[in-house]
C-alpha cells in the first residue's frame, strides 16, 4: 500500500489509486468536477491541479496515480490561484443563480468556489446559449448550466454503453447533446437518470424531485431479478426521491428507468385502500372483519365439503420470501393441500427443472459482477438490455472494458447486437438444434474440456449419440442460421478461458423449455465452464423475489428448501415444526389449476400479488377460468385484471411498506426496508395472511418478518445462516448454511450438487404450432425496457407510459410488404385463440417471418394469442412461439 | 437518402474495419460522395462502426471541415486575418455577404455560393485576400468581388450542362429512361472521387 503526503499529513493510499482518490479517501478536500470514481480518470475540469515534489508544473490530481512516498501540496497559495483562475473562466460560463437552482448547497461547483473564496466575479460573463431542453418525462437538461465536465457523456458511454450524448462542436460553442441536437426524448436515451445523479452543478435535474428527503431508507428495487439497492427518500409520508444504493461499493449504483423513476405506483391514487366484497355483482368496500371472516369461512366450507384439494394458492413473485413462506404454510399446514404454486411456473420452471436434473440446483451458478471477467459471454434468448437492464452492464463493460467476446443467440436485433462479435439469428424455437450444431462443432474440433468431462461429469455418451447428427449445416437448414456463423460461434466460445452463458424467457418458455436449459447445460460442461468463477450459467429471474418464492417453497411439487414432500423424513420434519400433518402428493401446477377448474376439481382460489388474466397463455380460457371458479379471493395492491373477478380483495400493501427480504436472481438474499405506512385500511400481507390462517383455526403467531425469518433459516439449510442481523452489512448469497458462512458467489466449486453433473441427450422437437399457409408467421412476446410485465406497477408512472407507446407490434419490412403493411398502420393480429389490434412498427428488429409484441398493454394483450401448450416436464407454456396472421385493420381507432 | 447515393455510401463503408478508429476516413469519405454529411449518412456510418451516433455527430461537428447543410458549388472564404483586418478586410466581407445576400456559413437559395470566414490563409502580402474554391485572389475590394461574381456567373453558365449531373438529387423512379440516362452519366462522369465534388467535375 503506498504511502504518501498530502498536505503534511501521511495519507495511506489504494494501490493503483490517483492522488485525488486518495485525498478525498483521507477526507482531504480538493476541489473537482470532472471527477467521479466510477468514470475512468480524464482531467477535464482542472481545478484538481496540485503541486508534487519532483514533478514539473501543477499535474492534475486526478489523473496522477499514486507513487510511494509522494510529497503532495494541495492547499498551497500558488495551487489556489490557478485553481481560483480556472473556476472563474468556469463560473463566467454558468448561469449561476444560485438560491433559486435544485442543486443549491449540494452544487461541487460552489463548494469549489467557496473552498477556493470565490466572491466576486471579475470576468465578463459567458455567451453559453441557454437550451432548456424539458422533453424527457423526468428529468430537465438545462445547459446554461452546463460546467461541460462530461461525466454525463462518459457516464453514458462508458458505464451504460448506451452514448444518447457527447460534446458537439468545439471551442466556446461546445456543448452537451444528443445526435442531431434533437430533444433528449427523441434520442436513444434510455431515461435511466444516472448522468442526472451524476451532474455536478443543477444542468441536469429531476423534475418532481424539488423536496430533499427527511430521511434515507435502504432497501431493493421491486422490479425485476437484479435486485439493485434502492435508497428512498422519504418526506411527509411519499417518497421524494430515489437513488441507487451505493453502500456497499463506494461508487454510484446503477438503476434502469424503472427503478430510479418507475416507483410512483406507490402512492397512485388507485392503490386499494379497503378490502372489497362482492354483493350483487359489484365490488363493494367492507371492513376487515367481514372480509376475512367471508374469506376464511369460504375457505373452510371448500376444504370441508371437497377437501383441501379443491383448494389452491398462487403465492408472489412480487412479494417478500416472509410472506410467501407464510402463503405456502398457510395452504400447506393451515388447507392442507400442496396446490400452491406461483408465475416462476410460467418463467423458470424450466430451469429449476432443467438445471436441477443437469446439477442438482435450478439457482444460477455465478454472481452477476463476475461477468464483468469472463472471456466469453454467450447470450441466448434474453434481451438483456430491456428486461435485466443492470445485468447487461456488466456484459457491456466485459466486452468494451476488457475485450471479452460476445456472442448472441436471437430472433430479433436487439440492442446488445452492437456489441457482439457473432449474432445468431435463429428462428424462433430451433435453440436445441442450434445449441446441439455448437456441440458438434466443438465435439468435432477437439475443443471439449476432455479432463471436466471424465472427472465431473457423466453420460455425456448418450447426448453425442443426438448431437453427431446435427452437423451445422443440418442446423442451418432448420435454424436458418449460415452454418459458417454457428462454426465460428462454438469455437469462440470452445476456446475462451472462462466462458459464461446468460438465458431468459426466450429460452425457457418453450414446450422445449427444459430441453432447451439442459442443451445450453450440457454446452457449460462440455467446455468445463461450471464451478469456476466468471463463467457458468446464468438463468436471469425474471421477477425480483422469483428466486425466493421458490427457495420458499411456493410450487406444488417442493417444500421450502427443493425437498421433496414424498420423502418421509422431509415431512415428518416440516410436520413436526408446523404441528399439522402435511400432504405427500404433489399439488397441481398454476397452469394446471385452470384447467382442474374446468373439470370441478378446484373450487376455491387464493390468489397473492399475481395476475393470470393478463400473464398467462390464452387469456380469454384463463379469464373463463377466473369466472368459473366457485370461491375467488385476490390479495393486492391494485384492482387488477384479476382482482376485478374476485369474490373478495384484500388491498396487501406494496414493497415500500413492509420489512422482509427479496433473493435476487444470483441467490443474493437482501433487506426490504419499511418506508412508509400502507395507505387506507391497507395492510401488511404478513399480517393478512395470518389473520386468515387464524381464522381457518391455524394461529401463526410471529411477532415481525425478523421472526418469520428465524423460522426460515431453521428450516431450510440453504437459508441457515441468513439473519436480519447479518443483512444489516448488505446482501447475502445462499448457499449460507451458518451464522458464519459467507455465503457463496459461485455453485459447484470442486463438484457439482448432485455429485457429477449429468448430460442429457436433447433431440431436437418443433414447437406446438407453427407458421402455416393459414397462419403464415410467428408471433413472439416479451418485455420492453420502460414496462413491467401487465403493467400493475410500471403504468402506473406517467413518464414511462410517454416513453414507450403501448400496443407497437414490430414486423420485419420484407412481411410487411407481403401482407401489405406500411409503418404506423393498424393492423390486426389473428390467432387461432384469438385477435389483437395494434399498431404496426416496421423495423428489422423483428426476424423475417416473426412478428414481435410486448404483453406489457391490457389495449394489446398479447395473451390472448398465445398458447397455451406446456412442456411436459416443466408445465411451462410456450409464450415465444405460436402462429398468427397479421393484416391491415378494416377501420381504425 | 435517394438509392444510388445510399448505395455508394455503403460500398465506401465496406472498405473500412468496423471500429471507431475508421470514424473519421470514414465520414471524409462520405462528405466527397454526398457533398455534405446528411443526418441519414451519418446514422448509417454509426450503425456501420459500431459507434454511437452522438459521437459520430461530435466528431461531425468538432471539425471545420466537415458541413451538415449542403453547399454550395463554390467556396467563398473571406479571410479576416490580421493582415486583411488592417487592409479592410471587414469591408470586403460585408461586400460580400449583400453580393451574395447570405452571412458566413450559409448557403444562397441556388446552391450556388457558400460563405465562410477563415482567419489567415498564409498569403497576408496579397491581403485583403478572398479565396474562391481554390483560388485566391488578392488585394479584394467591394467592387473587384462583384466583378468576380460575373465572370463566375459566366462561367457557370457555360458549365450548366455539366452541373446539372452533379445536382441530380432527386434520382427519378427506376426504369424511367431520365433514370437511366441520369445513373449512365453519374457513372462515367464520376470514376473515383464524388459526382457532387467540384474537383471532381473539374476533372471531366
Given at each position: 500500500?503506498?504511502?504518501?503526503t498530502?498536505d503534511g499529513r501521511?495519507?495511506?493510499?489504494?494501490?493503483?489509486?490517483t492522488?485525488l482518490?486518495?485525498a478525498l479517501?483521507?477526507g482531504?478536500?480538493?476541489?473537482h468536477?470532472?471527477?467521479?470514481?466510477?468514470?475512468?480518470?480524464?482531467?477535464g475540469?482542472?481545478?484538481c491541479?496540485?503541486?508534487i515534489e519532483g514533478m514539473?508544473?501543477?499535474?492534475a490530481?486526478?489523473?496522477?496515480?499514486v507513487?510511494d512516498?509522494?510529497v503532495v501540496?494541495s492547499?498551497?497559495?500558488?495551487v489556489?490561484?490557478?485553481?481560483r483562475?480556472?473556476?472563474?473562466?468556469i463560473?463566467?460560463?454558468?448561469q449561476?443563480?444560485c438560491?433559486?437552482?435544485?442543486?443549491n448547497q449540494?452544487?461541487?461547483l460552489?463548494?469549489?468556489?467557496?473552498?477556493?473564496g470565490?466572491d466576486?466575479?471579475?470576468l465578463?460573463?459567458?455567451?453559453?446559449?441557454?437550451?432548456?431542453?424539458t422533453s424527457?418525462p423526468?428529468f430537465i437538461?438545462?445547459m446554461?448550466k452546463?460546467?461541460l465536465c462530461?461525466?454525463?457523456?462518459r457516464l453514458?458511454?462508458e458505464?451504460?454503453?448506451?452514448?444518447a450524448?457527447?460534446v458537439?462542436s468545439?471551442g466556446?460553442d461546445?456543448r452537451v447533446?444528443?445526435?442531431?441536437?434533437t430533444?433528449?426524448v427523441e434520442?436513444t436515451?434510455?431515461s435511466?437518470?444516472m448522468c442526472v445523479?451524476?451532474c455536478?452543478v443543477?444542468a441536469l435535474r429531476?423534475k418532481?424531485?424539488?423536496l430533499?428527503p427527511?430521511e434515507l431508507?435502504?432497501t431493493?428495487?421491486p422490479?425485476?431479478?437484479c435486485g439493485?439497492?434502492?435508497?428512498?427518500?422519504v418526506?411527509?409520508?411519499?417518497i421524494?426521491?430515489?437513488?441507487?444504493?451505493?453502500f456497499?461499493?463506494?461508487?454510484q449504483?446503477?438503476l434502469c428507468?424503472?427503478?430510479?423513476f418507475?416507483?410512483d405506483?406507490?402512492?397512485?391514487?388507485e392503490?386499494l385502500?379497503?378490502?372489497l366484497?362482492?354483493?350483487n355483482?359489484?365490488?363493494e368496500?367492507a371492513s376487515?372483519?367481514?372480509a376475512l371472516a367471508?374469506?376464511a369461512g369460504?375457505?373452510?366450507r371448500i376444504r370441508?365439503?371437497?377437501?383441501p384439494?379443491?383448494?389452491?394458492?398462487f403465492?408472489?413473485?412480487?412479494c417478500?420470501?416472509?410472506?410467501?413462506y407464510?402463503f405456502?404454510?398457510?395452504m400447506?399446514?393451515?388447507?392442507?393441500?400442496n396446490?400452491v404454486?406461483h408465475?416462476?411456473?410460467?418463467?423458470?420452471?424450466?430451469?429449476v427443472?432443467g438445471?436441477?436434473?443437469?446439477f442438482?440446483s435450478?439457482?444460477?451458478t455465478?454472481?452477476v459482477?463476475?461477468?464483468e471477467?469472463?472471456?466469453?459471454?454467450?447470450?441466448?434468448g434474453?434481451n438483456t438490455s430491456?428486461?435485466h437492464p443492470?445485468?447487461?452492464?456488466?456484459i457491456k463493460?466485459?466486452?468494451?472494458?476488457?475485450?471479452a467476446d460476445?456472442i448472441i443467440?436471437?430472433?430479433?436485433?436487439?440492442d446488445?447486437?452492437r456489441?457482439?462479435r457473432?449474432?445468431?439469428?435463429h428462428?424462433?424455437?430451433?435453440?436445441?438444434?442450434?445449441?446441439n450444431a455448437?456441440?458438434h462443432v466443438?465435439?468435432?474440433e477437439g475443443?471439449?474440456?476432455?479432463d471436466f468431462?471424465d472427472?465431473?461429469t457423466?453420460?455425456?455418451?448418450?447426448a453425442?449419440e443426438?448431437?453427431?447428427?446435427?452437423s451445422?449445416e443440418?442446423?442451418?437448414a432448420v435454424?436458418?442460421v449460415?452454418?459458417?456463423?454457428?462454426?465460428g460461434?462454438?469455437?469462440l466460445?470452445a476456446?475462451a478461458g472462462?466462458?459464461?452463458i446468460v438465458y431468459?424467457?426466450?429460452?425457457?418458455?418453450?414446450v422445449?423449455?427444459?430441453?432447451?436449459v439442459?442443451?445450453?447445460a450440457?454446452?457449460?460442461?462440455?467446455?468445463?465452464?461450471?464451478?469456476i468463477?466468471?463463467a457458468?450459467v446464468y438463468?436471469?429471474?425474471?421477477q425480483?423475489?422469483?428466486q425466493?418464492a421458490?427457495?420458499?417453497?411456493?410450487?406444488?411439487d417442493?417444500f421450502p428448501g427443493?425437498?421433496?414432500?414424498?420423502?418421509?423424513?422431509v415431512?415428518?420434519s416440516f410436520?413436526r415444526a408446523?404441528?399439522r400433518?402435511?400432504?405427500?402428493?404433489?399439488g397441481?401446477t398454476?397452469?394446471e389449476?385452470?384447467?382442474a377448474v374446468f373439470k370441478g376439481?378446484?373450487?376455491?382460489?387464493y390468489?397473492m400479488?399475481?395476475n393470470?388474466?393478463l400473464s398467462?397463455?390464452?387469456?380469454?380460457?384463463t379469464?373463463r377460468?377466473?369466472?368459473?371458479?366457485?370461491f375467488?379471493?385476490?390479495q393486492?395492491?391494485f384492482?387488477?385484471?384479476?382482482?376485478?373477478?374476485?369474490?373478495?380483495?384484500?388491498?396487501?400493501a406494496?414493497?415500500a411498506e413492509?420489512?422482509g427480504?427479496?433473493?435476487n436472481t444470483e441467490?443474493r438474499v437482501?433487506?426490504?426496508?419499511?418506508?412508509?405506512p400502507?395507505?387506507?385500511e391497507a395492510?401488511?400481507d404478513l399480517w393478512i395472511?395470518?389473520a386468515?390462517?387464524?381464522?381457518?383455526g391455524?394461529?401463526?403467531?410471529?411477532?415481525?418478518a425478523?421472526?418469520v425469518?428465524?423460522e426460515i433459516?431453521?428450516?431450510?439449510p440453504?437459508?441457515?445462516?441468513i439473519?436480519?442481523?447479518?443483512l444489516e452489512n448488505g446482501?447475502?448469497?445462499?448457499p449460507c448454511p451458518d451464522?458464519?458462512?459467507?455465503g457463496?458467489?459461485?455453485l459447484?466449486?470442486?463438484?457439482?450438487?448432485?455429485?457429477r453433473g449429468?448430460?442429457h441427450?436433447?433431440p431436437?422437437?418443433?414447437?406446438?404450432?407453427?407458421?402455416?399457409?393459414?397462419?403464415p408467421l410467428?408471433?413472439?412476446?416479451g418485455?420492453?425496457?420502460h414496462h413491467?410485465h401487465t403493467?400493475?406497477?410500471?403504468?402506473?408512472?406517467?413518464g414511462?407510459?410517454t416513453l414507450?407507446?403501448p400496443?407497437?407490434?414490430e414486423v420485419?419490412?420484407d412481411d410487411?410488404?407481403?401482407?401489405g403493411?406500411r409503418?404506423g398502420?393498424r393492423?390486426?393480429?389473428?390467432?387461432?385463440?384469438?385477435r389483437?389490434?395494434?399498431?404496426?412498427?416496421?423495423t428489422?428488429?423483428a426476424?423475417?417471418?416473426?412478428?414481435f409484441?410486448?404483453f406489457?398493454?391490457?389495449?394489446?394483450p398479447?395473451?390472448?394469442l398465445t398458447?397455451d401448450a406446456?412442456d411436459?416436464?416443466a408445465?411451462?407454456?410456450?409464450?415465444?412461439?405460436?402462429?398468427?396472421?397479421?393484416?391491415?385493420?378494416?377501420?381504425p381507432l | 437518402?435517394e438509392?444510388?447515393v445510399?448505395?455508394?455510401l455503403?460500398?465506401?463503408?465496406?472498405r473500412y474495419p468496423?471500429?471507431?478508429?475508421?470514424?473519421?476516413p470514414?465520414i471524409?469519405d462520405?462528405?466527397?460522395i454526398?457533398?455534405?454529411?446528411p443526418r441519414?449518412a451519418l446514422l448509417k456510418?454509426a450503425?456501420?462502426?459500431?459507434?454511437?451516433?452522438?459521437?459520430?455527430?461530435?466528431?461531425?461537428?468538432?471539425y471545420a471541415?466537415?458541413?451538415?447543410t449542403?453547399?454550395g458549388?463554390?467556396q467563398?472564404?473571406?479571410?479576416?486575418g490580421?493582415?486583411?483586418?488592417?487592409?479592410?478586410?471587414?469591408?470586403?466581407l460585408?461586400?460580400?455577404?449583400?453580393?451574395?445576400?447570405?452571412?458566413p456559413?450559409?448557403?444562397?437559395?441556388d446552391?450556388?455560393?457558400?460563405l465562410?470566414r477563415?482567419a489567415?490563409?498564409?498569403?497576408?502580402?496579397?491581403?485583403?485576400?478572398?479565396l474562391?474554391?481554390d483560388?485566391?485572389h488578392?488585394?479584394?475590394?467591394?467592387?473587384?468581388?462583384r466583378k468576380?461574381?460575373q465572370v463566375s456567373?459566366?462561367?457557370?453558365?457555360?458549365r450548366?450542362?455539366?452541373?446539372r449531373?452533379?445536382?441530380v438529387?432527386?434520382?427519378?423512379?427506376?426504369?424511367?429512361p431520365l433514370?437511366k440516362?441520369n445513373?449512365?452519366c453519374a457513372g462515367?462522369?464520376?470514376?473515383?472521387t464524388a459526382?457532387?465534388?467540384?474537383t471532381?467535375?473539374?476533372?471531366?
Open positions: 500500500m503506498p504511502r504518501i498530502i501521511p495519507v495511506a493510499a489504494d494501490t493503483g489509486s492522488v482518490a486518495a479517501k483521507a482531504v478536500y480538493v476541489p468536477l470532472c471527477f467521479l470514481p466510477d468514470l475512468d480518470p480524464y482531467g475540469c482542472r481545478l491541479v496540485v503541486e514539473r508544473g501543477l499535474p490530481a486526478c489523473t496522477t496515480p507513487r512516498g509522494m501540496h492547499d498551497v497559495p500558488a489556489n490561484h490557478v485553481r483562475v480556472t473556476a472563474e473562466l463560473i463566467a460560463d454558468h449561476a443563480s438560491l433559486e437552482c435544485t442543486s449540494r452544487c461541487e460552489q463548494r469549489a468556489a467557496a473552498h477556493l470565490i466576486q466575479s471579475r465578463r460573463p459567458g455567451t453559453r446559449r441557454a437550451v432548456k431542453d424527457n423526468f437538461r438545462d446554461s452546463c460546467v462530461t461525466r454525463c457523456v453514458c458511454h458505464i451504460r454503453g448506451v452514448g450524448i457527447d458537439i468545439r466556446y461546445a447533446a444528443p445526435f442531431w441536437e430533444p433528449i434520442s436515451c434510455e435511466c437518470g445523479d451524476a455536478p443543477g429531476p418532481n424531485e424539488q430533499p427527511a431508507v435502504r431493493v428495487c422490479y425485476c431479478g439493485c439497492g434502492l435508497v428512498l427518500g418526506r411527509g409520508k411519499k421524494v426521491q430515489v437513488r441507487g444504493d451505493g456497499d461499493t463506494g461508487k449504483a446503477q428507468v424503472k427503478g430510479r418507475g416507483l405506483f406507490v402512492s397512485s391514487p392503490r385502500t379497503s378490502p366484497i362482492r354483493h355483482g359489484k365490488l368496500p376487515w372483519d367481514e367471508l374469506a369460504g375457505f373452510s370441508d365439503t371437497f377437501g384439494d379443491a383448494l389452491a394458492g403465492a408472489s413473485a412480487k417478500t420470501n416472509e410472506e410467501n407464510l405456502q404454510k398457510f400447506r399446514a393451515a388447507v392442507g393441500t396446490n404454486d408465475c416462476a411456473r410460467l418463467c423458470h420452471a424450466s430451469t427443472a438445471l436441477g436434473m443437469a442438482g435450478g439457482a444460477m455465478n454472481s459482477a463476475e461477468l471477467n469472463a472471456d466469453c459471454i454467450f447470450v441466448i434474453s430491456e428486461a443492470v445485468v447487461a452492464l456488466r463493460a466485459a466486452v468494451s472494458k476488457r475485450g460476445l443467440a436471437d430472433p430479433r436485433r436487439i446488445l447486437t456489441f457482439a457473432f449474432h445468431l439469428r428462428r424462433c424455437g430451433a435453440d436445441v438444434m442450434l445449441l455448437i456441440m466443438i465435439v468435432t475443443l471439449e474440456d476432455r468431462l472427472e465431473r457423466e453420460n455425456f455418451g448418450s453425442w443426438v448431437i453427431r447428427h446435427c451445422p443440418a442446423a442451418e435454424t436458418g449460415p452454418a459458417g456463423d454457428i462454426r460461434a462454438a469455437v466460445f476456446r472462462r466462458a459464461a431468459s424467457m426466450g429460452v425457457t418458455q418453450h422445449t423449455g427444459t430441453d432447451n439442459l442443451a445450453l450440457n454446452l457449460a460442461m462440455l467446455t468445463g465452464n461450471v464451478g468463477e466468471s457458468g438463468p436471469l429471474r425474471g425480483n423475489n422469483v425466493g421458490c427457495d420458499m417453497g411456493a410450487l406444488p417442493w427443493y425437498r421433496k414432500p414424498a420423502d418421509n423424513l415431512r415428518k410436520e408446523w404441528g400433518s402435511l400432504p405427500e402428493k404433489p397441481l398454476a397452469t389449476t385452470l384447467d376439481r378446484i373450487r376455491g382460489l390468489i400479488g399475481e393470470p388474466a398467462d397463455p390464452n387469456v380469454s380460457r379469464e377460468a377466473l369466472e368459473k371458479v366457485d375467488l379471493v385476490v393486492d395492491i384492482l387488477t385484471e384479476t382482482a376485478a373477478h374476485a369474490d373478495i380483495v384484500l388491498p396487501g406494496s414493497f413492509k420489512d427480504t427479496f433473493t441467490r437482501q433487506r426490504v426496508r419499511k418506508a412508509l400502507a395507505p387506507g395492510k401488511e395472511i395470518r386468515l390462517s387464524e381464522r381457518m391455524y394461529p401463526m403467531i410471529y411477532p415481525d425478523a421472526a425469518m428465524v433459516a431453521a428450516l431450510i440453504i437459508y441457515g445462516g439473519s436480519y442481523e447479518r446482501g447475502l448469497q445462499w451464522g458464519s458462512h459467507p457463496t458467489p459461485f459447484h466449486r470442486g463438484g457439482f450438487i448432485r455429485g449429468r448430460f441427450p436433447t431436437y422437437r418443433e414447437p406446438a404450432e407453427l407458421p402455416d399457409a393459414e397462419y410467428l408471433l413472439s412476446t418485455r420492453l425496457l413491467f403493467g400493475t406497477l410500471s403504468r402506473k408512472t406517467g414511462l407510459e414507450s407507446r400496443g407497437l407490434v420485419n419490412p410487411a410488404e407481403v401482407f403493411i409503418d398502420d393492423v390486426l393480429i389473428e390467432s387461432r385463440r384469438g389483437v389490434e395494434a399498431w404496426a412498427a416496421v428489422g428488429r426476424r423475417q417471418g416473426m412478428v409484441l410486448p406489457h398493454f391490457r389495449e394489446t398479447a395473451n390472448v398458447n406446456l411436459p416436464s408445465k411451462i407454456p410456450e409464450f415465444k412461439v405460436c402462429a398468427v396472421r397479421v393484416k391491415p385493420a378494416s377501420v | 437518402m438509392d444510388i445510399a448505395l455508394r455503403e460500398e465506401t463503408l465496406r468496423k471500429s471507431r478508429s475508421s470514424l473519421i470514414v471524409q462520405a462528405q466527397s454526398l457533398g455534405y454529411l441519414e456510418v450503425d456501420y462502426l459500431g459507434v454511437p451516433a452522438s459521437a459520430v455527430y461530435g466528431v461531425a461537428t468538432f471541415q466537415f458541413h451538415l449542403p453547399r458549388r463554390h467563398v472564404k473571406v479571410c479576416q490580421t493582415a486583411c483586418h488592417v487592409r479592410g478586410g471587414r469591408s470586403v460585408e461586400a460580400v455577404k449583400t453580393e451574395l445576400g447570405i452571412g456559413g450559409e448557403t444562397t437559395a446552391r450556388k455560393f457558400t465562410e477563415v489567415c490563409v498564409g498569403s497576408c502580402s496579397l491581403a485583403p485576400v478572398v474562391v474554391d483560388r485566391i488578392g488585394s479584394m475590394t467591394p467592387e473587384k468581388f468576380l461574381t456567373a459566366a462561367k457557370e453558365r457555360a450548366h450542362r455539366v452541373f449531373i452533379r445536382m438529387f432527386k434520382i427519378p423512379a427506376a426504369d424511367t433514370f440516362k445513373a449512365a462515367k462522369v464520376i470514376p473515383e459526382p457532387y465534388s467540384f471532381g467535375l473539374r476533372q471531366v
